[in-house]
Structures are given as C-alpha cells and as structure tokens.
C-alpha cells in the first residue's frame, strides 16, 4: 500500500508519494495530508497529478477507479475522500445509526448559511461519550443516499464491497519554558499523523441499500450479500472505543 503527500496550500500540490508506515508509525504532518491509495491499486504519479478538480483526470478519481479495477465482479464504484466541501454534502449530519445513535462526529461545513469549507484528514468518528447520560453515546458517522439507480440501469444490487481508510492523529504542546522541571526547553506543536488499525475492534460499520431503513455489518473488502436488489445505499460507522478516528475515504463497489 501507499499514500500520496500533499501540501495544504491551495491547489495541493503533491509533494511525495510514500510506502504505507507501518501500523502504530506516527510521522510529523503539520502542514501536510494524505489521499491513501487502496490495497493492491496502481496510481501514476508525475508532474502533471492533480487532487482538484475531482474529474476523471485527478487522483482520488484514478484510485477509485484503480480499486474497481482489482474487483472485476463488480461494474461501478461510488466513493467519497471527503476533500471538498461538496464531499462533506454527502455526509447526513442529521441521520440515526443502525440501533438509534445520534450523529456525534467531526467535519467540514457542506452547506450555509455562513462559510462553508472542508479541510482533507479531518472527518472524524468521534471516540463513545462514556458520561452521557443516560446511556454512554458512541461516535457515529452516515454517509447520505448514494442512488445508484442510473448506474445500474434502475436494477439496484445486492452485493456490495466496501472500503475505508482510517488514520489517527495526536498533536504535541507548543512550549517555550524558562522555569521547573521545562526550564530551556523550545519545542513546537507537531501533528503526528499515526497509521491505525483498519477494523479495530471498538468500530462497527453497517451498509443499507433501502435508505437506512435496514442494517447490515459489513467487514471492509469483504463482500456482502444483501439477498434483494435495491437502489439507495448508505454506509454507518460506529465508534464505540476511546479513541477519535480520522475518515480519509470511503467507497462502495456493486
């Protein structure tokens, strides 16, 4: 696996393309994001890679399209790496969970009124509120309808492979001490971006393809048979650990 290494100014320009670290690595990422490249896909990358716009010429494009390519089963590939404000338009910050959770997560501004913006790396699952009361609340995160009526020529689907990517981040203290146990040290803040567990165990995440009406666990790359054919898809990620957990994108093969 790889990642692709972008500076946050505008346009993001590429900087490097890098071997995924191993789990539990963390590097020094301020400044910088990720645009993860999935499992066993190929990606060129040269002078001429682009991330924006999202058309059929930019990297989040051809690594959608480089995954679909590894599952020739499937024919389509809905995917989302939450770069743009139009991205955070596909998130429902309004819907319920599979068993009733309350939308508790960290993004982006899709919509006004106000400004409205996204920064990449920063959609977040947030870790359970174990002092809610009356029960602890988990972080939960659903993706609005994605209709794939067109795609599939008004049929619908019934098996589904899904992927996601995951990262965490921790963020060390910016200080400049002169007294106690800090006298003389200078140290600024750093953003650690640290490779995580894909499927830890504290995370559940469910697809539905009747609008959320139903649920369904599913495991990522794994397909899932869902039995009837149906249109409107949507996926629910469930976060019932301690840690928050960074969405960096998410698809759907059918």
Not at 215 to 220: A, E, H, L
Request: with cysteine; aromatic share 10%; net charge negative.
């Amino acid at each position: 696996m790889s990642r692709i290494v972008a500076d946050f100014v505008s346009p993001f320009p590429v900087l490097q393309v890098e071997k995924t670290p191993d789990e539990g690595e963390l590097r020094p990422f301020n400044g910088r994001w990720a645009l993860p490249i999935p499992p066993g896909s190929s990606v060129t990358v040269d002078a001429s890679s682009y991330f924006l716009p999202q058309d059929s010429g930019s990297l989040p494009y051809l690594s959608a399209e480089a995954l679909l390519a590894r599952y020739p089963m499937y024919s389509h590939i809905a995917w989302n790496y939450l770069l743009e404000s139009t991205d955070v338009a596909d998130l429902d910050l309004t819907a319920t969970g599979p068993s009733g959770e309350v939308t508790r997560c960290q993004t982006g501004r899709g919509t006004g009124p106000g400004v409205f913006g996204q920064s990449p790396n920063t959609t977040a699952i947030l870790p359970q509120n174990a002092y809610a009361v009356p029960s602890p609340k988990p972080g939960c995160l659903v993706t609005d309808t994605i209709d794939i009526t067109v795609p599939t020529s008004g049929a619908g689907a019934d098996e589904f492979m899904a992927w996601w990517h995951l990262y965490e981040f921790n963020t060390t203290q910016d200080v400049m001490s002169d007294f106690g146990g800090t006298l003389g040290e200078n140290t600024p803040a750093t953003r650690n971006i640290i490779e995580t567990d894909q499927e830890p165990a504290d995370l559940a995440v469910f697809i539905s393809h009747d609008d959320g009406v139903t649920w369904t666990p599913i495991s990522r790359l794994e397909p899932t048979d869902l039995v009837t054919f149906n249109t409107l898809v949507r996926l629910a990620f469930v976060n019932t650990g301690t840690t928050k957990l960074y969405l960096a994108g998410y698809a759907v093969m059918f």
